[in-house]
């Protein structure tokens, strides 16, 4: 029942829900790289929907690189969805062929259906503010963090929130991550804000995504031990951990990372949180390295749990 393309891998992804139509939105390339390292510059949105989060209609692909001499002409990679109004907006991150696809930048795209997608600018609406962020510098890490953006309302009323995976200036450089931060009071106009998180060992904490579950506040991120400080207690874990979950103070944070702990979900990474059609929560993602071999589908969803201030899925 997962969601696997014979043509294509599929990996990161994220939803957005219209009624009782549950949409996925995710990145793809061609299996014909034969070598999956090569899919991340060669990255388009695809599109499928389901009423249960398991089958799953194959939709047009959402969104695809930019034509040549544009920010994003190389690969559009992960974002989020929202409501706009009458209709949705997405966010996503865009790099391109004139930098080598080495820096990240968070574009905008809007859509009356969920469906048919236009970006609604030349510019990307958010880059790396060298204030508090790392920019690029090829001898600590290997691009300029600036990426999938997680995107909410906030919880009083006063505009909106981004959480975003990014780098700390200082610090060892394979331990920067931190979870990055804008504001915007409309959707269009953003300013970056210092990091919600300290460095604590881990390189980079990809896709995060904060929820509410089972009435506590939730931080989801993923990470490899290869992309942690050597020193971490797990970096060197087995089975190898990729999805995490640290407790979160509220929606913006402070975020303890260093009181993060790995979600036990077998191969599973880019995990995204849900509800399940009867009530329960559960993790979304795909599936990584098995057996030595990039598997590249979405599994079913795991059911989580509340343990404490963390999740857990019993495993």
Do not use: N
Not at 62 to 77: F, R
Not at 258 to 271: C, E, K, M, N, T
Request: with cysteine.
């Amino acid at each position: 029942m997962a969601l696997r393309l014979p043509d294509h891998w599929v990996w990161d992804s994220w939803t957005a829900e219209e009624g009782e139509r549950k949409h996925l939105f995710f990145l793809r390339a061609s299996r014909a790289l034969l070598d999956p390292e090569l899919r991340h510059r060669r990255a388009s949105i695809g599109h499928a929907v389901s009423a249960d989060w398991r089958s799953w209609t194959l939709l047009p692909d959402a969104l695809v690189p930019a034509e040549p001499d544009a920010w994003d002409d190389l690969a559009t990679w992960t974002g989020s969805v929202v409501r706009d109004g009458e209709g949705w907006r997405m966010f996503y991150t865009g790099v391109g062929r004139a930098d080598h696809g080495l820096v990240q930048r968070i574009g905008s795209a809007v859509s009356d259906d969920l469906v048919t997608w236009h970006r609604d600018r030349a510019m990307p609406v958010l880059e790396a503010d060298p204030r508090w962020y790392e920019r690029l510098d090829p001898g600590s890490w290997t691009d300029e963090a600036w990426r999938d953006p997680h995107v909410f309302r906030d919880p009083g009323g006063d505009g909106w929130h981004m959480l975003v995976t990014a780098r700390a200036k200082l610090g060892p450089a394979d331990g920067r991550g931190v979870i990055g931060h804008a504001r915007s009071p409309d959707l269009r106009h953003w300013e970056a804000g210092p990091p919600l998180s300290a460095p604590a060992g881990f390189g980079h904490l990809e896709v995060p995504q904060v929820r509410r579950v089972c009435g506590r506040t939730v931080l989801v991120f993923s990470c490899r031990p290869r992309e942690m400080a050597p020193e971490h207690p797990l970096a060197r874990a087995d089975p190898p951990p990729g999805v995490w979950t640290a407790p979160a103070a509220g929606p913006t944070g402070p975020f303890d990372i260093a009181g993060a702990r790995p979600l036990r979900a077998g191969s599973l990474y880019a995990g995204r949180l849900i509800v399940e059609p009867d009530g329960g929560p559960a993790l979304l993602g795909f599936r990584d390295m098995e057996d030595g071999r990039f598997v590249g589908e979405i599994a079913d969803p795991v059911p989580v749990f509340l343990d404490g201030d963390l999740l857990t899925t019993g495993r």
